[in-house]
């Protein structure tokens, strides 16, 4: 049985999530958040994520600050547009990444004979924010571009990392019990 502040956080949790569903439509136009869940051609068996020296890069002020200082307005305007793609792509790959975790997580799961209730309602938490983070992350990028984001895309991949991580450990513990279930036999 689920406790009332149990029940209350999914309700919310789901409330969010129609809510964004609802809105986003209306904020941005479909051809712009169609690009956020697009799945690169011939990326989609190798969807990894980027190391995290890649994203703090893509988010540095350094290399703005180097463009700037060569007075040029066509080379700052150029590194400004290519960042912006940049971290785009970033946010698109991160985003199809996780979601295919997460599928890769729901088939693992349903063949697990002991879920944890709580450990998988966290982790559905955790994903519902991380896919609100690159919602957030890629209509900001889109509009304003990525100078200023740093650490909202350092948390995002840190929040990618941890779903990562928690895959990895229900398909070690999955395959454990494969194992083990095939030495009875």
């Not at 450990?119 to 200023?148: D, H, K, N, Q």
């Not at 995002?156 to 999955?174: H, M, P, W, Y």
């Amino acid at each position: 049985m689920i406790s009332v502040p149990a029940a209350v956080m999914i309700a919310i949790l789901l409330l969010l999530f129609l809510l964004l569903f609802a809105v986003r439509n209306v904020v941005f136009p479909p051809d712009l958040v169609s690009g956020l869940n697009a799945c690169f051609p011939g990326d989609a068996p190798d969807l990894t994520l980027c190391p995290p020296e890649f994203v703090a890069r893509i988010f540095s002020h350094d290399d703005q600050e180097f463009v700037v200082a060569t007075k040029s307005s066509h080379l700052e305007k150029l590194f400004k547009r290519e960042r912006k793609a940049v971290a785009l792509v970033w946010v698109q790959q991160t985003s199809a990444a996780i979601r295919r975790i997460m599928r890769e997580h729901v088939i693992a799961a349903r063949q697990s004979k002991d879920l944890e209730l709580t450990t998988e309602v966290r982790l559905l938490a955790l994903y519902v924010r991380l896919m609100f983070v690159c919602w957030v992350l890629f209509a900001v990028i889109y509009s304003t571009g990525p100078v200023w984001l740093r650490g909202l895309a350092v948390y995002a991949d840190v929040l990618s990392q941890r779903i990562v991580c928690a895959q990895q450990a229900l398909g070690t513990v999955t395959v454990a019990r494969e194992i083990h279930g095939a030495a009875r036999i």
